[in-house]
């Protein structure tokens, strides 16, 4: 049976460093519970652009664009304005590519030497669940990074409702999801063109984000959630001080969603509608069975869900409350390690397995995408699966495997494998695994033996 202290570091965490396991092993309860009361910079100071930089940068690339556009556009172009253009194409493509490389390698480096793991689980966790796909559009590709930045990690710790209203008014969800092209017919853009209401986000939020597909919201919920969310379409990325609504665009009137009369109108309404929808009973069990089976795996325990359940209901939907009852169960500690490791939690839990503080940017990115999980680039609105045998298809053993092998022979100076064998695992360790990594040929052969055995592939 797996100690308390590996679980801490495995279930709870991304995976333990040299000497971790036998470090909290007199409390690791504590220390896992610790690490929800302290101060979480979680990337906020990480040196990463804020929105009004962006913003700026954004129009400036695509005045510049836009201009060499409008030349081209005219026919008979000069050499050099449709020099221009390109270089005005491949400007802005430059940029994205660097903001990705920033944002992605602040993400790993600070999965890699953060000192509160159980927090950057409860990170990528609420990311995957307002999953967005970075290659969508330019403004999403902009925008993903500060997304996570903005609304997931400053409210990780905080109110459902809160998170909600963040992640649903961010650019990058409105871009995604396409409701910068949502007019409402009857708004005053509406009575001049012809224009229609997009579903998709309305859908998400009520399907993904909220009660769930068995919380028991019909079409008629959607189509009017949809009107509410008209006139939303994301302010950051437009000219200087054009909000996110815009009046003109928003279907008029009352709404009614899920048996609540919404009366207020414009930005206010869609506040009190997802304030409604996230203290809704359905969304409180959705939640609580998502994280359940998340941590615990596909099989957790009626009881449990109960009472995370209970919690969320209890609290107005409190996620530091949520993540204590979690740890102060007895079953989410007890419960057999029956869920796969992801391919990014591997990336990161292997690195901190050889105290690495830092990996190479190129590294980084295409490892993610080797591995078959590359960051933010997630099959569906419903984010990466999350089954306990996930990611099991195909050659994804190959690829861990080749993942160890070229981490261990270029960005560590690991030698005697045995020795950190045991200080990772310490009475962890299983004598078929300490046997088999003593008579490997090679390092690189000993990691391999190590980092694919259960206590790193299991949690």
Not at 375 to 401: K, N
Request: negative net charge; charged residues 25%.
């Amino acid at each position: 049976m797996r100690s308390r202290a590996l679980t801490a570091l495995t279930r709870f965490g991304l995976g333990p460093r040299p000497g971790e396991v036998a470090a909290i092993s007199t409390d690791p309860v504590g220390f896992v519970l610790a690490q929800c009361d302290r101060p979480q910079s979680a990337l906020i100071d990480a040196g990463l652009l804020d929105r009004e930089t962006l913003r700026e940068q954004f129009m400036e690339l695509q005045g510049a664009l836009q201009e060499a556009s409008r030349a081209v556009r005219t026919g008979d172009t000069t050499p050099e304005e449709e020099e221009a253009r390109e270089m005005a194409v491949q400007d802005r493509s430059q940029m994205v590519q660097k903001l990705r490389r920033d944002e992605v390698s602040a993400r790993v480096d600070h999965g890699l030497t953060t000192d509160n793991p159980f927090v950057e689980r409860l990170v990528l966790f609420w990311s995957n669940h307002f999953a967005i796909e970075w290659r969508k559009a330019v403004q999403v590709r902009f925008t993903i990074g500060l997304f996570e930045r903005e609304a997931i990690r400053r409210n990780v710790l905080g109110r459902f409702d809160e998170m909600l209203i963040a992640s649903t008014t961010h650019p990058a969800m409105l871009t995604y999801l396409d409701n910068h092209r949502s007019i409402g017919p009857n708004s005053r853009m509406g009575q001049r063109r012809n224009s229609s209401i997009n579903e998709n986000l309305a859908r998400e939020l009520l399907e993904l984000h909220t009660v769930g597909v068995g919380g028991g919201y019909t079409q008629e919920d959607v189509i009017e959630l949809a009107n509410t969310l008209t006139g939303w379409n994301g302010g950051i990325m437009g000219r200087r001080n054009i909000p996110a609504f815009q009046w003109r665009w928003h279907e008029p009137g009352p709404r009614t969603i899920m048996g609540t009369h919404y009366t207020t109108e414009g930005e206010e309404q869609l506040t009190d509608v997802l304030l409604g929808l996230a203290h809704h009973p359905a969304t409180a069990r959705h939640i609580a069975t998502k994280f359940a089976r998340h941590f615990v795996g596909d099989d957790a325990p009626d009881s449990l869900i109960a009472d995370l359940e209970a919690s969320f209901v209890d609290t107005g939907g409190d996620l530091k409350a949520l993540s204590l009852t979690l740890l102060e169960s007895d079953v989410a500690w007890d419960a057999p390690p029956v869920k796969t490791v992801p391919p990014y939690d591997f990336m990161i839990g292997s690195g901190r397995a050889f105290g690495i503080s830092r990996l190479p940017e190129n590294f980084v990115l295409r490892s993610a995408r080797d591995l078959a999980q590359d960051v933010w680039a997630v099959p569906s609105p419903a984010g990466w699966p999350d089954d306990d045998r996930a990611f099991l298809g195909g050659d994804s053993l190959l690829e861990r495997m080749d993942y160890v092998l070229e981490l261990v022979r270029r960005h560590t100076s690991v030698r005697d494998v045995p020795e950190l064998a045991h200080r990772l695992l310490a009475d962890d360790l299983d004598p078929f695994v300490a046997e088999a990594v003593e008579r490997a040929e090679d390092p690189s052969q000993g990691a391999v033996l190590l980092l694919m055995s259960p206590a790193f592939q299991r949690r």
